[in-house]
């Protein structure tokens, strides 16, 4: 680690707030095209599990027919700890330390979870009262809260996490993928820690 990484990290510590646990990234199809995209991938779960306990990472597809091949290569990327891959077709919620949604936009996401508890009302299993909060996060495919969304390239947010990141800080940074540092994420993480979080209030 350089002596700037040094610094940033000393900076991290001597704040009264606590690093987030759970961090999510924003990223696209196209940085995934770049030379060494999956290798600094891997290199941020290693920067990342420094401070946080989950990760969530999230493609967004523009081309639906590129999402088997990204699946495939997510699947075997060589990851510190367990990874869930989850797709646009995909129902069953994620349950790994390293959780990666390809094209899994967050509107598709709630109607999917609100699709499913309007079928369980339908055969009566379930009182329409009965759907709370909880309930319905228990049916979404990514249903933790990330504490910070970090998104690459432009100050705008994919379709992403739209439940989960609601009370979420954002931090954007307009350093592109390929160029992404550990020194990027140690400042985005800084700031994480400056901010006084409110949660909507």
């Not at 420094?50 to 990760?55: I, K, M, N, S, V």
């Not at 510190?80 to 990666?100: H, L």
């Not at 508890?117 to 309930?135: F, T």
Request: glycine share 4%; net charge negative; proline share 5%.
């Amino acid at each position: 680690m350089g002596l700037y990484e040094r610094y940033l990290a000393r900076r991290i510590r001597q704040y009264d707030a606590a690093p987030p646990e759970h961090v999510a990234l924003v990223i696209t199809e196209r940085d995934l095209l770049e030379r060494g995209a999956y290798e600094t991938l891997v290199d941020f779960f290693e920067w990342a599990f420094e401070y946080a306990t989950q990760l969530t990472v999230y493609v967004s597809v523009l081309d639906a027919a590129a999402v088997p091949a990204l699946r495939r290569e997510l699947e075997a990327i060589d990851a510190p700890r367990d990874v869930a891959v989850r797709g646009p077709d995909d129902r069953t919620p994620a349950d790994a330390p390293i959780q990666i949604g390809i094209g899994l936009g967050g509107k598709h996401e709630f109607t999917s979870a609100v699709r499913t508890l309007a079928e369980r009302v339908d055969d009566a299993s379930l009182e329409p009262e009965a759907i709370d909060d909880e309930r319905v996060e228990n049916h979404l495919v990514f249903p933790s809260e990330p504490d910070l969304v970090i998104k690459t390239g432009a100050e705008r947010l994919s379709d992403f996490m739209i439940w989960q990141s609601v009370y979420s800080e954002l931090y954007f940074t307009d350093i592109n993928w390929r160029d992404f540092r550990k020194r990027d994420f140690l400042r985005a993480v800084r700031e994480y820690c400056n901010r006084s979080r409110r949660f909507g209030r």
